[in-house]
């Protein structure tokens, strides 16, 4: 693990002190595998949040429009897991 991807760990790690360990270890790895679909999904909150959204409704949205694939990403995790 090179040094950016430990800095985004943190940061990462950092955001989710309230969600379950489980929930933590599922979004952890999601980003470890998939960094440039979460890059892009942070460019487009970016872009939003310089439209003027804030940064919540701007996390939501893009979160809504990436729907899909974020499902594909955590079913196939799940199935990794079992």
């Known amino acids: 693990m ?3 991807d430990f ?3 943190k940061m990462v790690k950092s955001k989710m002190k309230n969600l379950p360990k489980d929930q ?3 979004i952890m790895a999601l980003v470890s595998e998939n960094p440039e ?3 892009k999904i942070q460019s487009q909150i970016e872009v939003k949040k310089k439209q003027g959204q804030n ?3 701007a996390m939501m949205q893009t979160m809504r429009e990436n729907q899909a694939e974020i499902q594909k990403l955590v079913a196939a995790w799940q199935t990794k897991q079992k």
């Open 2 to 4: 090179g040094i950016k």
């Open 7 to 9: 800095l985004i760990r």
């Open 24 to 26: 933590q270890e599922m």
């Open 37 to 39: 679909f979460f890059k």
């Open 55 to 57: 940064e919540q409704m």
